[in-house]
């Protein structure tokens, strides 16, 4: 398979000279639509902070006082703007929600030996600069999604070589997203926090009698309304008829450099840009993306890296647009761009 890169979306960070490491502060913008991770420590104080004095705090399985039992402790004043929160036992996990400005903000607490020190939220209008996504170098992507690809067996004979990583398995009710005459399907997500990088595994599967092409550098995830690029990707560019091929790929940060805290709680839905049908093939130049207008991110669009193959096609099927808009002095039937 083919390893594909996206420059522009492997972020950077700025280097700042702090007793803490840099993923143990970090700032996130405020979107009520996007669950949020929040690693805690049972032997650290976790501080989320709002823009504004929290309304209401609502939580399963979470004490005041530390002695009543639950997973974590939370200490909150009536009428402050902050929560701070500690785990009280291992693997312990459970969701917050705060209400703030008459909306719900949720996020999962997880405990981890690796534990966010300082979350600081955003309001989204009066946020101008996030905080930059960690570098993540093409290296580190592909050691990343090696270790999804293993990470039964590390978890059971390395686990330090995953420290700090989530994972969720759908099982037999993997997410789908379906596109008529092909479907592509989530069987697992993995997050690895200190990257801000969450790796997909999924199967795109052909239900048509011809071969459908796509770009293997323009994996995306719609989260909410937002799109999440991807900064890497293993995958073949080619689904034979009614076969199904295996595919892995990450996103890492935000559309517009900064860091995303995605939680795998989140409900995803996987889009690729589908190339044009091959000449004399019955099915029509489409793209994956049903529904418009399309959120484009503010990084530099990925390169396109087709094959001499694929710009053959590309021109015949371009070719054929235009004698298609001659004869008929109309404009072309497809309004949807590849």
Known sequence: M?????????????????AASPEAIQRITLDERVVVTVPVATN???????????????????????????????AHTKGSSFVSVRALARKAATNLNIR???????FELVESDAPVLALNLEDRAASEVAQPAPQVTPTR??????KAKAFPLLKKQQPDAIAGAEARTFGDQPQVTDFNDYEIRIHEVFRFNPEDTLVFHVTLRNKSEHPIRYLPESFCVRIGNRL?????????GLLPPHAASTVYFAITGTP?????????????????????????SAATVQATEPLQPQPQPQSPPPPTGMTP????IARQSLRRAIEESQNTNAPSANPLHP
Do not use: C
Request: net charge neutral.
């Open 44 to 74: 650290r104080v976790t501080t989320i902070s709002l823009p504004g004095p929290i309304s209401a705090i609502d939580a399963v399985g979470v004490t005041a006082d530390g002695k009543t039992p639950g997973q974590f402790q939370l």
């Open 256 to 280: 517009d450099g900064g860091r995303n805290g995605l939680s795998l709680k989140n409900e995803f839905s996987v889009l690729v840009s589908r190339l044009a049908s091959p000449p004399n």
């Open 228 to 236: 999440y690029h991807q900064s890497i990707s293993d995958a073949p």
């Open 2 to 18: 083919k390893m594909n890169f996206v420059p522009g979306l492997l972020l950077l960070a700025t280097s700042v000279a702090i």
């Open 100 to 106: 703030w400005n008459k909306r719900t903000y949720v």
């Open 309 to 312: 193959e694929q710009e053959a």
């Open 141 to 146: 992507l592909l050691a990343l999604l090696d």
